[in-house]
Nanobody, 127 residues
Framework: QVQLAESGGGSVQAGGSLRLSCVVSGGTVSTHTVSWFRQAPGKEREWVAA????????YYSDSAKGRFTISRDNAKNEVYLHMNSLNPEDTAVYYC????????????????????WGQGTQVTVSS
């Protein structure tokens, strides 16, 4: 079975940075589209960024664009989300999700299409 495990969350002051990691076991990062989603208390879960398995592109939400960078290390079977210029609006539980389908690779923002999910890691940004 494919398993995802997030780490790297924590507390940071506004303007700071964090790097989240998603370790994939039972499957490979190179054959799965991997996305980061987040969910703040009382808010709907939203897509943040994605790296499709079948091309070299990266995709970002409007809020993440210019501040966050998603990357993957095929040798380590990990995907990262480097977050800069954090603000309190970024406070949320961040989830890693993966899917092997061509559809998800083409439409990475569709949350309901993802087959595998991690348990999440908390990110708290103070003002």
């Amino acid at each position: 079975q494919v398993q995802l495990a997030e780490s790297g969350g924590g507390s940071v002051q506004a303007g700071g940075s964090l790097r989240l990691s998603c370790v994939v076991s039972g499957g490979t990062v190179s054959t799965h589209t991997v996305s980061w989603f987040r969910q703040a208390p009382g808010k709907e879960r939203e897509w943040v960024a994605a790296v499709p398995w079948n091309n070299g592109n990266s995709y970002y939400s409007d809020s993440a664009k210019g501040r966050f960078t998603i990357s993957r290390d095929n040798a380590k079977n990990e995907v990262y989300l480097h977050m800069n210029s954090l603000n309190p609006e970024d406070t949320a539980v961040y989830y890693c999700a993966a899917d092997p389908s061509a559809r998800t690779a083409m439409l990475p923002g569709e949350m309901n299409e993802y087959k595998y999910w991690g348990q999440g890691t908390q990110v708290t940004v103070s003002s």
